[in-house]
């Protein structure tokens, strides 16, 4: 076969474009098996930069963003393959979208930095009703017939495909495409794909330090999943030679060692990984395979992944530490992946290994990964690692589901909280992209958050649809199958703007200008404990996003390289991942005292509170002058060298400005901290930020005596310890701060973004309210 490079374009995702992008997730990265230099070498805040592509763009969709000073325009389209782009305002009123708005499809363009979807200026209550799904509507999917009464793991259905998609979806899927704007932009992306991904060598062996073949096992799956859809759409059993050619190289001798550690159960994510992609492939080309391509298979499954997890809860392995208490992504990947496979070969294996997993994966998963989020819906490893474990987690539920007729409780009962990680997700992706705290984790490749239309489905929330629907990852074959093309309405309508998480593990806020409007401003912060994230986290007590005027202007780092020495060891006090600037306290949005790191032991305090505003059913949204919302914490037990540290953030005159305040008594200095993309101008106690032809003024209101804004580069300070090898580099980014002596200081930090339609007389200053005293109405 003559392979060929993948079309190339301007859009970071492949062919053409999709509506939305995580950090958010999914980005290309190169196939060739060269070592990577770390995981974010850039530095661009919350732009999607980091990841493997998801997804290639949706054909014939929309990719623009819109320009400033006036000029509003962007490209659209319509959505379908071959359609012509028609030249909407992303903000016009209502008339000039009438056409897209009507086809069903809400976001009218795609800001072209941040992958995020643009809404048109509209006012529309049929449209944007509340979110709900109608279970009569013809546009439902039929009753699925496998209805067992008294289900079992190892009683699996007669059909095939038994995962995910069984064959009554396939049939009636095309009809679906051809009534759903959603469906059939998806489905064209999707054989856009996998004619791309053809087009590429079968995926090359590259042993990645301690992160494995990870990334070999999630694009090898990435590309079975696009191949598996193409075939079942097309009918063309091209799709299963590639398929194939896939699978042989992946078991060959020349795919790694040539025993039966091939697939690296070291790492045993990528196993699973690894497995899954096998048992999908059986699973979905099963008509297509000989008895011996079946064998071949089975047998690779078997060798390479089942049987160490068989080893696994037989507890004869070194490498089944994530069976014991690890709520978190690992146990979701894990038990997932093993899941898919044994459920893919059962009634063909005659070695027991299938019925066997299938024994304790389901359990152990219920026991573990289903408790990875909290009683608030945050997830506890981190907001990007949230994809890898609520991918894997819903890949297994619905696997389960399809394949035997029940989840065994491992959505439904297992966490009676699980569906808040819906709200969650919404929560924390903020205006341009995610607060983005903590480890963003490998290459994403099929990591997708497309978790949240499963669960929209499964738990009636349909807001989690709705929000999903129009992301630029939605767009691959689980979507497909886990949309309810019944739903209508808007997942803004009658949606808080503020949202706060108070479990003390991660205790943060969101609080925002709007829903729809790209501009608006958002304030992401958090508090909460530096243990208990499966060391992926920061010492980063206090640290803030803050978006508004379409950019991000406080930023964070994000991973530092996962093949830094001793970078996952410990996370105790003297650890060495916290001697890498990225993981540091002084790599925060935060207070640093005496130049050193944080309290691992932090246990702060939070309060907080909300005028209660909601959107509407229009993506406009009028704010009064009085709706606010404020989080105080006391975050004094994540510093040494202090008695007494408080930190407070508050939205202003109509949540268009930012106050952010710290309370400080400390026997060292203290220094304030914010990294920036922008260009910085410090000014003695004002700086002025220029970022994306925008203007941010920050002033400090009653500086202290002697206080001024600088700059610094984002470097360790001095007599900080050095780490075991020279830190990455952080080029585009700025430190804005502040110094500040040892005693007691206040420091209220005021950020006033250019907004045009205001003077400077529109623009409020806010009275000195100690941070004990903040109320609602404290700052009227």
Same mark, same amino acid.
């Given at each position: 076969?003559?392979?060929g490079?993948?079309?190339?374009?301007?859009?970071p995702?492949?062919s053409?474009?999709?509506?939305?992008?995580?950090?958010?997730?999914?980005?290309?990265?190169?196939?060739?098996a060269?070592?990577?230099?770390g995981?974010?070498?850039?530095?661009?805040?919350?732009?999607?930069?980091?990841?493997a592509?998801?997804?290639?763009?949706?054909?014939?969709?929309?990719?623009?963003?819109?320009?400033?000073?006036?000029?509003?325009?962007?490209?659209?389209?319509?959505?379908?393959?071959?359609?012509?782009?028609?030249s909407?305002?992303?903000?016009?009123?209502?008339?000039?979208?009438?056409?897209?708005?009507?086809a069903?499809?809400?976001?009218?363009? *795609?800001?072209?930095?941040?992958?995020?979807?643009?809404y048109?200026?509209?006012?529309?209550?049929?449209?944007?009703?509340a979110?709900?799904?109608?279970?009569?509507?013809?546009?439902?999917?039929?009753k699925?017939?496998f209805?067992?009464?008294?289900?079992?793991?190892?009683?699996?259905?007669?059909?095939?495909?038994?995962?995910?998609?069984p064959?009554?979806?396939?049939?009636?899927?095309?009809?679906?495409?051809?009534?759903?704007?959603?469906?059939?932009k998806?489905?064209?992306?999707?054989?856009?794909?996998?004619?791309?991904?053809?087009?590429?060598?079968?995926?090359?062996?590259?042993?990645?330090?301690?992160?494995?073949?990870?990334?070999n096992?999630?694009?090898?799956?990435?590309?079975?999943?696009?191949?598996?859809?193409?075939?079942?759409?097309?009918?063309?059993?091209?799709?299963?030679?590639r398929?194939?050619?896939?699978?042989?190289?992946?078991?060959?001798?020349?795919?790694?060692?040539?025993?039966?550690?091939?697939?690296?159960?070291?790492?045993?994510?990528?196993?699973?990984?690894?497995?899954?992609?096998?048992?999908?492939?059986?699973?979905?080309?099963?008509?297509l395979?000989?008895?011996?391509?079946?064998?071949?298979?089975?047998?690779?499954?078997i060798?390479?992944g089942?049987q160490?997890?068989?080893?696994?809860?037989?507890?004869? *392995?070194?490498?089944?530490?994530?069976?014991?208490?690890?709520?978190?992504?690992?146990?979701?990947?894990?038990?997932?992946?093993?899941?898919?496979?044994?459920?893919?070969?059962?009634?063909?294996?005659? *070695?027991?290994?299938?019925?066997?997993?299938?024994?304790?994966?389901?359990?152990?998963?219920?026991?573990?990964?289903?408790?990875?989020?909290?009683?608030?819906?945050?997830?506890?490893?981190?907001p990007?690692?949230?994809?890898?474990?609520?991918?894997?987690h819903?890949?297994?539920?619905?696997?389960?589901?399809?394949a035997?007729?029940?989840?065994y409780?491992?959505m439904?009962?297992?966490?009676?909280?699980?569906?808040?990680?819906?709200?969650?997700?919404?929560?924390?992706?903020?205006?341009?992209?995610?607060?983005?705290?903590?480890?963003?984790?490998?290459?994403?490749?099929?990591?997708?958050?497309?978790s949240?239309?499963?669960?929209?489905?499964?738990?009636?929330?349909?807001?989690?649809?709705?929000?999903?629907?129009?992301?630029?990852?939605a767009?691959?074959?689980?979507?497909?199958?886990?949309?309810?093309?019944?739903?209508?309405?808007?997942?803004?309508?009658?949606?808080?703007?503020?949202?706060?998480?108070?479990?003390?593990?991660?205790?943060?806020a969101?609080?925002?200008?709007?829903?729809?409007?790209?501009?608006a401003?958002?304030?992401?912060?958090?508090?909460?404990?530096?243990?208990?994230?499966?060391?992926?986290?920061?010492?980063?007590?206090?640290?803030?996003?803050?978006?508004?005027l379409?950019?991000?202007?406080a930023?964070?780092?994000?991973?530092?390289?996962?093949?830094?020495?001793?970078?996952?060891?410990?996370q105790?006090?003297?650890?060495?991942?916290?001697k890498?600037y990225?993981?540091?306290?002084?790599?925060?949005?935060?207070?640093?005292v005496?130049?050193?790191n944080?309290?691992?032991?932090?246990?702060?305090?939070?309060?907080?509170g909300?005028?209660?505003?909601t959107?509407?059913?229009?993506?406009?949204?009028?704010?009064?002058?009085?709706?606010?919302?404020?989080?105080?914490?006391?975050?004094?037990?994540?510093?040494?060298?202090?008695?007494?540290?408080?930190?407070?953030a508050?939205?202003?005159n109509?949540?268009?400005?930012?106050?952010?305040?710290?309370?400080?008594?400390a026997?060292?200095?203290?220094?304030?901290?914010?990294?920036?993309?922008?260009t910085?101008?410090?000014e003695?106690?004002?700086?002025?930020l220029?970022?994306?032809?925008?203007?941010?003024?920050?002033?400090m209101?009653?500086?202290?005596?002697?206080a001024?804004?600088?700059?610094?580069?984002?470097?360790?300070?001095?007599?900080?310890?050095?780490?075991?090898?020279?830190?990455?580099?952080?080029?585009?980014?700025t430190?804005?701060?502040?110094?500040?002596?040892?005693?007691?200081?206040?420091?209220?930090?005021?950020?006033?973004?250019?907004?045009?339609?205001?003077?400077?007389?529109?623009?409020?200053?806010?009275?000195?309210?100690?941070l004990?005293?903040? *109320?609602?109405?404290?700052?009227?």
């Open positions: 076969m003559s392979y490079a993948v079309p190339q374009n301007n859009s995702y492949g053409s474009n999709p509506g939305y992008a995580e950090s958010s997730t999914g980005f290309i990265t190169p196939h060739a060269t070592k990577k230099k995981l974010s070498p850039w530095i661009k805040f919350g732009v999607p930069v980091l990841l592509v998801i997804i290639a763009a949706v054909v014939g969709g929309v990719l623009g963003t819109r320009k400033k000073g006036g000029d509003s325009s962007s490209s659209s389209g319509s959505g379908s393959s071959g359609d012509k782009d028609a909407v305002d992303s903000k016009a009123p209502i008339a000039t979208a009438t056409d897209i708005l009507a069903g499809v809400f976001a009218t363009a *795609t800001n072209s930095k941040y992958m995020i979807p643009l048109p200026s509209a006012t529309n209550t049929a449209l944007f009703a979110p709900t799904v109608d279970a009569s509507s013809s546009k439902a999917w039929p699925d017939s209805a067992p009464a008294n289900p079992s793991p190892t009683n699996v259905r007669e059909d095939r495909p038994r995962l995910i998609a064959q009554y979806k396939w049939d009636a899927l095309p009809d679906l495409i051809r009534n759903d704007p959603y469906l059939r998806w489905n064209d992306t999707i054989i856009q794909n996998a004619t791309d991904y053809a087009a590429l060598r079968p995926v090359e062996y590259f042993m990645d330090g301690d992160s494995g073949i990870l990334d096992a999630r694009e090898v799956k990435m590309r079975i999943k696009a191949f598996g859809y193409a075939y079942h759409m097309t009918g063309n059993t091209k799709w299963g030679d398929a194939w050619e896939e699978l042989q190289n992946a078991i060959s001798d020349s795919f790694g060692p040539t025993n039966n550690t091939k697939w690296n159960p070291g790492h045993f994510l990528d196993a699973a990984e690894f497995s899954a992609a096998f048992g999908i492939a059986y699973d979905w080309f099963y008509p395979w000989t008895d011996d391509q079946k064998k071949t298979i089975r047998d690779g499954l060798m390479y089942l160490h997890g068989v080893d696994v809860y037989a507890g004869g *392995t070194t490498f089944g530490w994530w069976t014991d208490n690890i709520t978190g992504n690992w146990n979701c990947v894990c038990n997932g992946g093993l899941t898919l496979g044994a459920l893919a070969i059962l009634g063909d294996d005659t *070695t027991g290994v299938a019925a066997s997993l299938l024994g304790s994966t389901i359990d152990n998963a219920k026991a573990n990964c289903a408790q990875a989020v909290m009683d608030d819906g945050s997830w506890a490893e981190s990007n690692y949230w994809y890898f474990g609520t991918t894997g819903a890949e297994m539920v619905s696997a389960l589901i399809t035997t007729g029940s989840d409780g491992l439904s009962t297992a966490n009676t909280n699980y569906w808040r990680t819906g709200d969650f997700h919404m929560g924390v992706f903020g205006v341009t992209s995610l607060f983005d705290y903590g480890d963003h984790g490998p290459n994403k490749f099929s990591t997708t958050a497309n949240m239309i499963l669960y929209g489905g499964l738990t009636n929330h349909p807001e989690f649809i709705l929000h999903q629907r129009d992301r630029a990852d767009a691959e074959p689980w979507s497909m199958f886990w949309y309810d093309p019944a739903v209508t309405g808007a997942y803004w309508t009658n949606r808080k703007l503020d949202y706060f998480y108070d479990n003390p593990r991660v205790q943060w969101s609080m925002r200008g709007s829903w729809t409007d790209d501009d401003v958002y304030l992401g912060i958090k508090a909460g404990q530096n243990l208990g994230h499966q060391t992926h986290n920061d010492l980063d007590v206090g640290t803030f996003v803050l978006d508004a379409g950019t991000r202007w930023g964070e780092l994000g991973s530092g390289d996962y093949r830094s020495p001793q970078y996952f060891n410990s105790a006090q003297e650890a060495e991942r916290w890498y990225r993981k540091a306290t002084v790599g925060q949005n935060t207070l640093v005496n130049n050193a944080q309290n691992v032991n932090s246990e702060p305090t939070v309060k907080h909300s005028s209660d505003t959107q509407g059913s229009s993506t406009v949204l009028t704010i009064p002058k009085d709706s606010t919302a404020f989080w105080v914490a006391d975050i004094s037990s994540a510093y040494f060298d202090a008695s007494s540290v408080k930190r407070g508050r939205l202003l109509g949540r268009r400005q930012v106050l952010i305040q710290d309370e400080i008594t026997t060292q200095t203290v220094q304030w901290r914010m990294h920036t993309n922008a910085v101008t410090p003695g106690t004002s700086a002025t220029k970022l994306d032809g925008q203007t941010l003024k920050v002033t209101l009653d500086p202290p005596s002697g001024s804004f600088k700059t610094m580069d984002p470097v360790r300070l001095p007599g900080m310890p050095e780490p075991l090898i020279p830190d990455q580099e952080n080029p585009g980014v430190v804005l701060a502040v110094d500040l002596p040892a005693g007691t200081s206040t420091l209220r930090v005021l950020f006033n973004p250019q907004w045009e339609d205001m003077k400077d007389a529109d623009y409020v200053t806010p009275p000195n309210v100690a004990d005293s903040w *109320t609602l109405r404290s700052h009227d």
